[in-house]
């Protein structure tokens, strides 16, 4: 019946890689399935038959779909089925999307749509690496027009030793969380996240990956060769080029005066009369083509600011190397726990830190072995940061990725739980957009951390570094690249770290890959901008993380309980903890380990908190001093509670320095007042004093 079932084994860094084709998906244009280790993914690309009318650029869709059954989960919604895609699943999407857009025709306008599907996971084999290669399998063997295949693999450094496509034990100690998509000849993107390693290793990461990637390329385009469908013909959306000579011989040298300024909203309104000069004279003559007028005046843009830059020159005056203006506060806002702006030319970015309890964490519910992260980073670009009036409909996966990368570059440097018990959220909002606002997110984000006291390892700034290349091959590099060069150039590399080393890497590009050359400049540049930015900029606002958290900010106590003592401080139905919560106003939180985190306002009822757990916890120490609670009065004493559940006695003649007749002379029921264990006898009963412990709190006060 499947006469067309193919399968093509090979190893992949050292494990099994099997493609299957033929059984499934008939319908699609290219279809596979890759099994790697126990992993399996399908991936199925389509593409439209005919161009879509009026668009200026490729229409593809790339999507990632993660599947609960495919690690025997049941979804946890109300509906038990898969509902939007998580941020894993939409920053796998664009992982995917941005080695193969730049090898599709740039003039083709056909609809063309990658979706990966994840059936079944080995957590030993990323089904994000086999999702990738999947792809460009998938697409590779189809007939839609392309210039690949490109593969992509996993890269770590456990003990000072580079991994390929690290196991999950490897990745528990693995300070290099890399991800490289490569063609046979160069780099196509690098994705990272890393605990501060330094440029060189880096790079001979890169390449040890690279030279694995090359492997997989051959096992594809031997896949290709023989199964492979032969590409189908397309109606190219090429612009007249007559029509750009005339168009550039009317407006070329307005257009490079309305380019010639730093500020964007001068540019802007330079350019648009000359927009609508060009439409007004040419609308009638192609009524069917503005998509194509605009994308003249794109790419008349784009020449001229291209042939500056090779020239030396940018668009705001600067060098190839210069940094524009750059400015730091922190401290801005009253109330919040920390506070961060980032200003970068135009570019600028407010940061607010919020501190929680650890059980603000928030809780995952995917297909990878994480099931919550303590510290966040949500990301927000608002229509009003470029000037542009569209209504907020949440985040896109734009921002999504922002905040991912943001995060990704800050995580190195947090505290771990044991240091610093808290959740941590991070919010960056977006005020004025002009190039890099990812990495002003990172600048802004160290800002507010240090602003609320979080004791970070290392301050934590981002830069980028764009590209210029040549079809002679020659190419240029340059340093904090804003929008236009953003929009005109071939690469935005964006490197985030510390002085030590780097800490997150993300590159897009729109050419057909980068050679190793092109980013070890990227990285001495970028490296020796973040220094100048750390240095000159950043810490000359804050010096160093406050010594404390902001008063607004709850205060974090933590201690540990025996495993079997949990039950009673939790208490029947709660209410030991719900007690304690009460009496003094915080929030208590027990891990299944033992640890307990006390959260307040208020440091001192904290450490009462703190106190009276520990006392159920663990036996009263005789010679301790315990602040409690009178519960009854005899004619011989009273009793009193130091935790829920233990209460001892304060004879009649241990209550005061003086002679007592009555008891109700000196406490009544409900009276807190402080206390020493004096004796606790063979049947656990606790004898008090509080006679003994004010002496002993006067003589400490006397002594200092």
Known sequence: ????????????????????????????????????????VMANVTASAKPRDGIDFFPLSVDYEEKLYSVGKIPGSFTKREGKPSDKAILTSRMVDRPIRPLFPKDMRNDVSVVMTVLAVDHDCSPEIAGMCAASIAISISDIPWNGPIAGISVGLVDGEIVLNPTAEQKTHNRLNLTVAGSMEKIVMIEAGADEVDDDTMLNAIIEGHKEIKKMITFINEIKAEIGKPKFEFQ??????????????????????????????????????IINAVHEK????????????????????KKIVRNWLYEGKRVDGRKIDEIRPLASEVGLLPKVHGSGLFTRGQTQVLTICTLGPVSDAQKLDGIDEETSKRYIHHYNFPSYSVGETKPS???GRR????????????????????????AIRMVSEVLSSNGSTSQGSICGSTLALMDAGVPIKAPVAGISCGLITKENGEWMTMVDIQGLEDFYGDMDFKVGGTKNGITAIQVDIKVDGLTYDIIKEAFAKTHKA?????DEIMLMAIPEPRPTVNKWAP???????????????????????????????????????????????????????????????NDPEIGAIYKGKVVSIKTFGAFVEIAPGKDGLVHISKLDKSRV????????????????????????????SRKDALADIAAKKANG
């Open 661 to 688: 007749e009555k008891v109700e002379d000196v406490v009544s029921v409900g009276d807190e007042i402080v206390v020493k264990v004096m004796d606790i006898d063979n049947q656990g009963k606790i004898s008090l």
């Open 399 to 422: 921002e999504i990725g922002h905040g991912a990368l943001a995060e990704k570059a800050l995580v190195p440097v947090i505290p771990s739980v044991e240091e610093f018990p808290y």
């Open 236 to 273: 190219s959306m090429e612009i007249d080029h007559d029509l750009f000579d005339e168009i550039e011989a009317m407006v070329g040298e307005d257009v490079k005066v309305a380019l010639d300024t730093d500020d964007k909203n001068v540019r802007d309104a330079r350019l648009q009369p």
């Open 1 to 40: 019946m499947f006469e067309n079932y193919r399968k093509f084994e090979t190893t992949y860094a050292g494990r099994p890689f099997i493609v299957e084709t033929g059984k499934t998906c008939g319908l699609a244009n290219g279809s596979c399935w890759v099994r790697y280790g126990e992993t399996v």
């Open 393 to 395: 409909r949440g985040p």
């Open 555 to 617: 205060k974090m106590l933590t201690t540990k309980v025996p495993v079997d003592k949990i039950r009673e401080v939790i208490g029947s139905g709660g209410k030991v903890i719900q007690k304690i919560s009460a009496e003094c106003d915080v929030k208590i939180d027990i891990n299944e380990d033992g640890n307990v985190f006390v959260s307040g306002l208020d440091l001192d009822k904290a450490n009462q908190a703190i106190s009276i757990i520990n006392t159920i916890a």
């Open 282 to 301: 040419y609308d009638e003559q192609y009524p069917d083509q503005a998509a194509m007028l605009d994308e003249v005046l794109y790419k008349l843009q």
């Open 530 to 534: 973040r220094n100048y930015i750390l």
